[in-house]
């Protein structure tokens, strides 16, 4: 069978560039002189400062640039990028200018820390296990190295997974967050054996110690400046992840410095003088560790220009339904409905929704569309027409309007199919019954009562004969 080969071109409006308030800040990190802060937004690299203000684009590639880190000084920053095929790690003084590329491994290294001498960046890999060690071979438990800022060998710092690493001021030591299994990070709420914990690793004697030894997540720590207290992000209190902290003497004794309903706190940070920096609902907050939030307010100029975007299917694509003239074809690729042109390989998307549509079919017009889409929580059934007489099919079509047919939400209503004449739609109804809607009237008539179809896997198959007056049914 051929694979299916389809490049698809659709049309966007354009947004001129103008000032914008970003949401959905990431991988946000305050300089350590506590005067600016870098993040992601929309995959580059922007820096603002830390009272607020205009950001300024670090990254202008089109590659994907993330999880950027301050050298010790504030003069350089360490960052990821896909620019060349997968994530490598990348450095760049902190004012702009030009990157250089400090790993080539075919890995995804992730950058966490500059070491406090400046000399080196750890990241997060999963490029080799020692050759002693007992964990699963796996690319989601990942080791620990670190490479030369000026350029040259990587070495292994550790065989286990180490990530977020935040060093002591000597560099003899650094916290952690471990990782022990498959979960995703973004998770909620949840709270087994293979939670992530804070840990300390002590360069000198390699000893780990497992700072907070709890079922629930515990993650990204940071060591205070003075070296005499741990900050990080919990969901302790039955709550979402805020921001805590313990004295490094007494890892019992846990504070919340927040107190931040529905949304998790995330990327935190610290500055030398003590300022913490972190996100919360998709904004920027700083706060003294004795203080209260303050949001930082970002503003940012973008050549957004929406380009047509380009997508391409080399499989997934179901339901082939070709119109009645046999000029378009009708299908469905994750959930969404196209059409395409036999003759011309321009194709259309019809529908833009979270929800999947499927069971497609063409009016005898050529110019109208009937599916079943599960928007609501509810299957249901809709309508999609060219809009203006001019155009000629929906590949070409300048508007497409789309209703609902027979809204609710209660009755299931699926696989809908065009009688011959186009004037009426069958369809399923609640997975059992043969059913028919004239578009006109909107009048419903039973075919079949569902007495004799015991089967709860979503409908039967069934077609329209030739001259629209009775059903083939295969039960």
């Not at 079922?215 to 070296?227: I, K, L, Q, S, T």
């Not at 921001?243 to 846990?254: A, E, G, H, R, S």
């Not at 220009?305 to 391409?312: C, T, V």
């Not at 599916?371 to 497409?400: C, H, M, Q, V």
Request: contains cysteine; negative net charge; proline residues 6%.
């Amino acid at each position: 069978m051929k694979k299916l080969l389809l490049t698809l071109t659709l049309g966007a409006t354009v947004t001129t560039g103008m000032a914008v308030t970003p949401l959905w800040m990431r991988d946000v990190r305050i300089s350590p002189d506590g005067t600016e802060i870098l993040f992601c937004y929309k995959g580059d690299i922007y820096k603002v400062a830390a009272s607020g203000g205009e950001a300024v684009q670090l990254t202008t590639q089109e590659s994907y640039e993330a999880t950027p880190v301050w050298s010790p000084d504030g003069k350089q920053i360490a960052f990821s990028s896909d620019r060349y095929g997968n994530m490598d790690v990348f450095v760049m003084p902190a004012e702009g200018g030009a990157a250089r590329r400090l790993t080539v491994n075919s890995a995804a290294e992730t950058p966490s820390a500059f070491t406090p001498d400046g000399k080196y960046v750890v990241f997060s890999a999963s490029i080799q296990d020692p050759a002693a060690s007992a964990m699963f071979p796996t690319s989601a438990m990942t080791e620990l190295y670190k490479v030369p800022v000026s350029g040259g060998k990587t070495e292994q710092v550790l065989g286990t997974p180490a990530e977020l690493v935040s060093f002591n001021a000597s560099g003899d030591a650094f916290l952690y967050q471990d990782r022990k299994g498959f979960e995703d990070e973004w998770r909620k709420h949840h709270t087994s054996s293979i939670t992530r914990d804070i840990w300390m690793y002590d360069a000198k004697t390699g000893k780990h110690t497992n700072l907070t030894a709890r079922a629930g997540e515990d993650r990204n720590p940071v060591w205070a400046p003075d070296g005499k207290a741990v900050y990080f992000l919990s969901e302790r209190d039955k709550g979402s992840f805020n921001v805590y902290t313990f004295p490094l003497d007494n890892p019992k004794q846990v504070r919340a410095l927040t107190s931040f309903r529905t949304h998790p706190v995330r990327f935190l940070s610290m500055s030398g003088n003590g300022m913490l920096c972190y996100t919360y609902d998709g904004e920027i907050y700083t706060q003294n560790p004795d203080g209260s939030p303050k949001k930082v307010v970002v503003s940012l100029t973008r050549d957004d220009e929406q380009l047509p975007a380009r997508f391409s299917f080399t499989r997934g694509a179901r339901e082939a339904v070709p119109s009645p003239d046999g000029k378009q074809v009708a299908f469905t690729v994750r959930g969404e409905v196209f059409v395409t042109s036999v003759e011309y390989g321009t194709t259309k998307q019809i529908t833009h929704t979270p929800e999947t549509e499927e069971g497609l079919s063409f009016g005898a017009d050529n110019r109208t569309l009937v599916y079943a889409s599960e928007r609501g929580g509810n299957w249901g059934l809709y309508l999609a027409k060219i809009g203006r007489k001019e155009d000629a099919n929906f590949p070409n079509a300048t508007l497409i309007e789309e209703e609902a047919l027979l809204p609710s939400k209660t009755v299931e209503r699926t696989y809908p199919q065009f009688s011959p004449d186009g004037k009426e739609v069958a369809f399923i109804e609640d997975r059992n019954r043969l059913m028919v809607v004239n578009l006109e009237t909107k009048k419903v008539r039973q075919i079949t009562d569902g007495s004799t179809w015991y089967s709860t896997g979503g409908g039967f198959n069934y077609s329209w004969s030739p001259d629209g007056k009775w059903f083939t049914l295969e039960f």
